[in-house]
Every structure is written in C-alpha cells, then in structure tokens.
T-cell receptor
Framework: RKEVEQDPGPFNVPEGATVAFNCTYSNSASQSFFWYRQDCRKEPKLLMSVYSSGNEDGRFTAQLNRASQYISLLIRDSKLSDSATYLC??????????FGKGTSLLVTP | NAGVTQTPKFRVLKTGQSMTLLCAQDMNHEYMYWYRQDPGMGLRLIHYSVGEGTTAKGEVPDGYNVSRLKKQNFLLGLESAAPSQTSVYFCASVRSGSSYNEQFFGPGTRLTVL
C-alpha cells in the first residue's frame, strides 16, 4: 500500500497564530492531492485541492513539492473554529483516495 | 438534495450476526466507496464501485460484501460479524471524470460488534 504520512499532533495554538502541517507521500507517480477536514465524530469534508503551483483560499494556503514528495497546509490567523483533524489525501491512480492518519489541531482562546 | 446518506447511524451486533449498511446518493454520481475508520489507522478503503452493477475490492475487503444494483445505492454487507469489524463506516461518492473531483461523504455508521 502506498503510504501517506502525517504528524498526528496534537498542535495546540492560540487564536491568531499561524500553524503549518506537512504530509509526505511515497508514490512519486501520485496524481492528485487534497486536504480534508474532519470534525470530531463527523465525516471528512474537502478543505482544498492542492495544485502544483500552490493555491490559497482565504487564510489557508496549500503547497505541493513533487521533488520532495510532500504537501503542506498553512493556516493563518487561526480561529477557534479551525479546531479539527486535517487529513492529507493522495490519489495514485483511478479514484480511490489514500488517506493520511490526520493531524489534530486545537486552537485555544 | 440530501447528498450522501447512510442507514443506520448506529448499530450494535453480536459476534456472528449479519447486517447490511445502506448508502444512498442523489447526485447522480458514478463512483461510490465504502471506507472504515479506526482510531490511529485513518480511513481505509473496503470496496468501491465505478458504476451500476460493478464492484471491486479495496484495501481491506475481507469479511465484507457489496452490491450496486441501482446507481444511487451502494450496500455493504457483513455476513458474520466479528469484534474486529467494530469501526466507523463511511460511504462516499464522486462524479466520474477528473481525479480532481471532490468525494462527498455520508455521516457515517458507528458499528459495535460484541
């Protein structure tokens, strides 16, 4: 099985802080990359896709480094509502997702 | 538009009992998936379907069977439940086409096997 590795955390940060997560993947032929968010006891939901050129959505920035085989997620100006588990997801071929085990984020007042 | 729904939400079984989990989607998606999520393990693919009448094995298919008789429904069956099948089960669907398409997940079924 192709591996997707994440630091499980937890990352405890104060409101307003900037926090970054990394994720490494083992298959150099991987095609598509995503960050999903999962709240406690809920289903995963797409946060953002990760493009080769990098992409930004408000306070969230995702980067892909194919040479080093990792993707990153940067969250600026953290909010309490950002507390969740962030799942790194990689598609090797076809349409089956390979999930990392997730990184837990807790934003505190 | 309800998206992806799962039935039941919770279930407790005894070892050896059987049950079927139902996943339904109203988005006319071609592809459907069953995952299980265990603490510290992440989501793992059990079975998937790329269209009505077709199914395929994923990473952890043993002990499970599936059927896709209608495009909108994907059933996951446990013929003889075991405690190792205690887990949270998520169904997902995606519109066929680019691998960049978002997978939509159902709310999950929490299964306990005693």
């Amino acid at each position: 099985r192709k591996e997707v590795e994440q630091d499980p955390g937890p990352f405890n940060v104060p409101e307003g802080a900037t926090v970054a997560f990394n994720c490494t993947y083992s298959n150099s032929a991987s095609q598509s990359f995503f960050w999903y968010r999962q709240d406690c006891r809920k289903e995963p939901k797409l946060l953002m896709s990760v493009y080769s050129s990098g992409n930004e959505d408000g306070r969230f920035t995702a980067q892909l480094n194919r040479a080093s085989q990792y993707i990153s997620l940067l969250i600026r100006d953290s909010k309490l509502s950002d507390s969740a588990t962030y799942l790194c997801v990689v598609i090797d071929s076809g349409y089956a997702l390979n999930f990392g085990k997730g990184t837990s984020l807790l934003v505190t007042p | 538009n309800a998206g992806v729904t799962q039935t039941p939400k919770f279930r407790v079984l005894k070892t050896g009992q059987s049950m079927t989990l139902l996943c339904a989607q109203d988005m006319n998606h071609e592809y459907m998936y069953w995952y299980r999520q265990d603490p510290g393990m992440g989501l793992r693919l059990i079975h998937y379907s790329v269209g009505e009448g077709t199914t395929a094995k994923g990473e952890v298919p043993d002990g499970y069977n599936v059927s896709r008789l209608k495009k909108q429904n994907f059933l996951l069956g446990l013929e003889s439940a075991a405690p190792s099948q205690t887990s949270v089960y998520f169904c997902a669907s995606v519109r066929s086409g680019s691998s960049y398409n978002e997978q939509f997940f159902g709310p999950g079924t929490r299964l306990t096997v005693l």
